[in-house]
């Protein structure tokens, strides 16, 4: 298609899809001894179709289809995984990892803000809380979920 930078797109799928991969090889012994966990960061964008973030859901489509498969081979270890998928979250990414004009990224901040029931775009506060309960050890039987935290934004999507 006209306007895809075929560099953004690389460097989305080494960011959401190599690199995770890479981590929970890396990172698979101690997790094992540690009987730990691993939290990974999808989007609610995944969830409907999106004009102009169609490959960055597609990448993080494909690091949530990772989680549940994940979940599954490392459950005999004792490793849970499971993934977050924040909606519209004031974070820069629009104009940093999508590189998307100023321009279009405010414009598609503001027609997210205007979806969200709740009112607002989200802030990290809204989010890490999350992050700490599924990584932590009082959650022993939770895995290969994908918990959206959007306030409601893909109700109305």
Sequence with gaps: ME???AGIITKMAAVNITAPSQLVAAARA?????KGAIVNISTAVTRNAVPMLAHYA???AALEHLTK?????LA????R????????VKSGALTGMMGLPDEMAQQIEAQEAAQIPLG??????DIVPWILRLGGSD??????????????????T
């Design 58 to 60: 597609a990448t993080k």
């Design 30 to 34: 101690a997790l094992k001894d540690s």
């Design 69 to 73: 498969s994940w979940a599954i081979e």
């Design 139 to 156: 959650n022993e039987w939770l895995t290969g979920q994908i918990l959206t935290i959007d306030g409601g934004w893909t109700l109305r």
């Design 3 to 5: 306007g895809y930078d």
């Design 120 to 125: 607002r775009r989200g802030v990290t506060a």
């Design 81 to 88: 995984v499971n993934a977050i998928a924040p909606g519209p």
């Design 76 to 79: 005999g270890d004792g490793i």
